[in-house]
């Protein structure tokens, strides 16, 4: 009777522990055949970005062809639509209503992690044999952590309900530093390399510079200025507001009129940071920012990223 108890048991902790390594291995398995197979994806979503006690929301809508051609728009209410793009050509930033196009020196997206970008982030999660994968009711939650000056954790919300990936976190220690919600997500949609193409995109979306008004006098004006510099000259004439800054830090901003004739831009940018009021791109000494139809550019060669996104932030437009 004892070793029919015996067996009996035996028996039951077998199959209760296949059932375990079962369900351990049933969120990852889902996951997998879910993001496996991409050859491409559109998504529409939210992100925010928490950077010095601000929440910084914009809506990021991605196109992605494989192997690596990808389209992120950046909107925002008040502000134009801007498009970061990659193709075989290279990486450029494209601000269609101003018919302004920037070529990047930047191997974007390899160069830092990005929230809105499904396949990197899962590429990154499936090859790290840290990944954890967790059932919270009809969730599955897949997390990551990992040593990065910008990043420590990254976290990935899958619905079982709605069969698609919900949220993206990326975290530094405890706390939040980027979050994108997914609104809707279209896996293998019908895109082309014509989808990624500059030119198509930009004659698809750039207003025609017949429609240009007549330019507004403005000035513009800093409500910050970094410890130990100050306000040394300005200047204003009918196209352009100067400010000169001197002291610790030197730096000059510059505001003027973007003209929409489409001439080329010959300034490349190395990088970008996403504010309130649009991408700021910047490169070893200068930066650009858009405020409306106004093209504001700061020149420094003393200036940290850190101070170039403060500074930006808090420039004045008076029109």
């Known amino acids: 009777m004892k070793k029919i108890l015996t067996f009996v048991l035996f028996v039951i902790g077998f199959i209760f522990t296949l059932s375990s390594c079962n369900k351990n291995s049933e969120p990852k398995d889902v996951i997998n055949s879910y993001l496996d197979s991409i050859e491409s994806y559109s998504i529409d979503g939210e992100m925010t970005l928490y950077k010095n006690e601000k929440e910084i929301k914009s809506n990021v809508k991605v196109d992605y062809l494989k192997p690596n051609y990808y389209k992120v728009i950046f909107s925002r209410s008040g502000g134009n639509e801007q498009i970061l793009l990659k193709n075989k050509e290279g990486v450029f930033v494209l601000t269609p209503a101003l018919n302004k196009e920037f070529k990047f020196n930047s191997d974007w997206p390899d160069n830092e992690l990005h929230c809105y970008l499904v396949d990197v982030l899962w590429k990154k999660l499936k090859d790290d044999s ?14 990551l952590k990992f040593e990065d000056p910008k990043y420590s954790k990254l976290e990935m919300i899958y619905s079982s309900k709605s069969k698609a990936i919900e949220e993206i976190n990326l ?19 019908k895109l082309t390399e014509n989808d990624f193409s500059v030119s198509l995109i930009m004659n698809e979306n750039t207003i ?20 130990n510099t100050v306000l040394s000259s300005s200047k204003v004439t009918e196209t352009e507001s100067i400010l000169c800054y001197s002291g610790e830090k030197n730096y000059t901003i510059i505001a003027k009129r973007a003209s929409l004739n489409g001439e080329e831009c010959y300034t490349t940018f190395s990088d970008y940071s996403v504010l309130e009021c649009g991408l700021m791109l910047y490169s ?14 700061i020149y420094s060669n003393s200036l940290s990223i850190e101070e170039l996104e403060e500074i930006s932030a808090n420039i004045v437009v008076n029109e």
């Open 208 to 227: 025609s510079s017949d429609s240009e008004t007549i330019a507004k006098g403005f000035t513009i004006s800093a409500s910050i200025s970094l410890d």
């Open 171 to 189: 975290y530094k220690d405890a706390s939040i530093k980027a979050k994108y919600v997914i609104n809707s997500i279209s896996l293998d949609p």
């Open 130 to 143: 840290n990944t954890k994968y967790q059932l919270d009711n009809d969730k599955i939650i897949i997390s």
């Open 284 to 297: 070893k000494n200068v930066s650009l920012i858009y405020f409306g139809d106004l093209e504001v550019s």
